[in-house]
């Protein structure tokens, strides 16, 4: 059984630098709390630092320790989305270039995601075509919102014009919700892993499905961790009231319902939902096919999400394409 872990973060120290700055001067942003965590002097988080910027020998030794053959890598959130757009851009064709140099020199034990810097969506889509083409990645990765938008306006269409082109999956990576969504998310350390990451994915890709982006884009292929973001829970509930939206003039008509666009252009990833209920359950809804492993390697032990794989109550060969199988295939990692 392979074992391709599929969201595993890394940086670059320049990114990490102008995060620092950015920690230092401070903002209202929810995402200032884990940047000042990670980036901050007093940061209690400094020490994911060591991890996220090692894409060599310490890293594979982690894995060579657990039995994990493969990390696919992407850059850590927020990723280049906190910046102005020349910055962005900057440092995510910077943080691609550094990926395909260790990809090259590890070449049978990483993978990477390209990010781009949605900013600048036309400047993105070059930069898509430029990881796809010349750096040889395997898909791509954004953390969610960017300057408060999400993606389902036409502006931002460019990037999944491109994506689809090339048939670069796009991996939808959490960040803390944005200030329209925030008030509430403010007390009990609700903004990040807790529950303010998982509602800020979920309500962003049901945006996407609602708007009709996948009638315009049916080969674009989207992933998202954390046993789906609460999504195929809810499936049958989003079918059953969408069409109540729809009738009043609330939606846009679409060709499918909900969940039928979601089993078609959606995978999902286990990363830090270490739970074999769920993992069942989410089979079951979406098909084997649809659900792959990940550690969320720095933040999360990897010992433990290996041991939830190895461990996990499925047929042998449903087991191997969730460890690996299915990664390889939605990645072109073969």
């Not at 209202?28 to 988080?45: F, K, R």
């Not at 036409?154 to 991996?171: G, R, S, W």
């Not at 084997?288 to 990897?302: G, K, S």
Request: some cysteine.
């Amino acid at each position: 059984m392979r074992l391709i872990a599929t969201e595993e973060a890394f940086s670059i120290p320049e990114i990490a630098a102008e995060y620092a700055r950015l920690a230092g001067r401070g903002g209202d942003s929810l995402d200032m709390g884990l940047v000042q965590q990670i980036y901050g002097n007093d940061g209690d988080l400094r020490r994911f630092q060591k991890g996220l910027l090692d894409i060599g020998e310490e890293r594979i030794r982690s894995m060579d320790e657990n039995g994990v053959d493969v990390h696919l890598l992407s850059l850590t959130a927020p990723g280049v989305q906190m910046f102005d757009a020349d910055t962005a851009a900057g440092l995510a064709t910077l943080a691609n270039d550094r990926l395909a140099e260790a990809v090259a020199k590890y070449p049978t034990r990483f993978a990477g995601l390209g990010s781009f810097a949605p900013q600048d969506p036309a400047r993105a889509a070059r930069e898509i075509e430029r990881a796809r083409n010349t750096l040889k990645l395997n898909g791509l990765v954004v953390n969610s919102h960017t300057n408060d938008e999400y993606y389902d306006e036409e502006k931002y269409f460019p990037i999944f014009e491109a994506a689809e082109a090339l048939d670069m999956p796009i991996y939808i990576h959490p960040r803390s919700p944005m200030a329209g969504m925030a008030g509430p998310f403010r007390k009990y350390g609700m903004e990040g892993a807790l529950w303010g990451y998982g509602i800020e994915v979920s309500t962003h890709c049901l945006t996407l499905i609602f708007s009709g982006l996948f009638d315009r884009f049916p080969k674009l292929k989207i992933v998202i961790g954390h046993m789906g973001e609460g999504i195929p829970f809810w499936l049958w509930r989003i079918d059953y009231m969408h069409r109540g939206a729809m009738a009043g003039g609330r939606a846009p008509q679409l060709k499918l319902k909900p969940s039928e666009y979601f089993r078609r252009n959606f995978a999902i990833t286990t990363s830090g939902q270490e739970n074999h209920l769920a993992l069942k359950y989410s089979i079951d809804t979406l098909g084997p096919e649809n659900v792959l492993w990940a550690i969320d390697y720095p933040y999360q032990p990897t010992t433990a999400a290996v041991q939830f794989m190895r461990t996990a109550p499925l047929a042998e060969d449903v087991k191997a394409m969730v460890a690996g199988g299915n990664a390889a295939h939605i990645f072109h990692l073969d």
